[in-house]
């Protein structure tokens, strides 16, 4: 399918994204105020200019309504925090529904900040994170699987963002794991596309993407191959992505590798998987065929690499890239 029709058919889907949504924090900061402090002597950092936007789960929801979806809303547990304030404010904006996700006073908004030289433009300090390192309270992650199965009939694209890299993980904890296994397995039909960092192997019936690196650690973890690793989780398919290589499709037929344009000199390759998984989950529930997919995800991809930042990617890019796509 061109993909003009795959553009046209994403006119009409309804797509959650649920696990872990993120601020990202672009704080510019001015070298030439880094007078030393009063008190401790510890020369601060002089924040002049400050970015917010979705980040994690929040940047896979942003690519979709770039892409031209119906509706898209982020389920996930946000802090009851001035984090929190600005996440939801920067997700309305850009036209994402943060009306199912769980405030909560029990957690921290989970917030990227990142400091970013005014002078040269490059991000040359430490991040300053603001994470979770305890596991979710049991009645959250209770409110989180009620949700889940309240709107579940409610979309026809299940995006699943697990991106904590803590032990205890993040949104997507073992009882929402298994539940959504569980909804999975009883609507195959729905594409339920699983982007998970460092537990892959604990999903089952759905779809899991991963990169190589990715798919090695989780090879290592469960002492299987790819191939045994697919089969593991389900039937649905196995999506191994390869940078400029492009990316691996294990399914029912086999081993398929779907080939990339080279893109020389990308700007800023934060966010390429997110951008990845948005463009090719929506493709998936127009085609229904992954090697489409995956191919569409690639498109999508090289166009927000060359943007600084965690980009998107518009309808009219996507076809002007297409013109000499392999």
Excluded at 227 to 240: A, T
């Amino acid at each position: 399918m061109t993909a003009a029709g795959i553009l046209n058919g994403i006119r009409r889907l309804r797509v959650l994204v649920i696990g872990d949504i993120c601020l990202d924090r672009w704080c510019q900061y001015d070298p030439a105020t880094a007078e030393a402090s009063r008190e401790t002597g510890i020369p601060r950092i002089g924040v002049v200019a400050t970015e917010v936007t979705p980040g994690a789960a929040g940047t896979v929801a942003n690519n979709l309504v770039s892409l031209g979806a119906r509706d898209v809303a982020v389920l996930g547990v946000i802090g009851d925090d001035g984090f929190g304030f600005e996440l939801q404010r920067a997700l309305r904006v850009r036209g994402i529904r943060p009306d199912l996700a769980i405030v909560s006073a029990d957690i921290p908004t989970f917030t990227y900040t990142k400091l970013i030289n005014r002078h040269t433009g490059v991000e040359d300090l430490p991040r300053v994170d603001f994470i979770n390192t305890r596991p979710l309270p049991k009645a959250l992650d209770l409110s989180l699987v009620e949700q889940l199965e309240r709107v579940w009939p409610d979309f026809d694209v299940i995006l699943v963002s697990d991106q904590a890299e803590t032990e205890t993980g993040g949104a997507i904890g073992a009882t929402v794991r298994t539940r959504l296994g569980s909804l999975a397995a009883d609507t195959p039909e729905k594409v339920v596309w699983v982007d998970s960092r460092v537990r892959a192997e604990l999903f089952r019936n759905v779809l899991v993407k991963c990169n190589d690196g990715e798919s090695d650690g989780a090879c290592l973890r469960s002492g299987l191959d790819p191939e045994q690793l697919r089969n593991r989780i389900g039937s649905r398919p196995l999506i191994v992505t390869r940078g400029g290589e492009g990316a691996i499709v294990i399914d029912d037929a086999g081993r398929h590798k779907v080939p990339t344009r080279h893109v020389p000199d990308p700007v800023d390759i934060c966010g390429a998987g997110d951008s990845f998984s948005a463009g090719a989950a929506l493709a998936l529930a127009i085609t229904g065929s992954p090697v489409e997919a995956v191919r569409f995800g690639n498109m999508v991809s090289s166009i927000t690499i060359m943007k600084k930042g965690t980009g998107t990617a518009s309808p009219q890019e996507v076809l002007q890239t297409e013109s000499d796509w392999p």
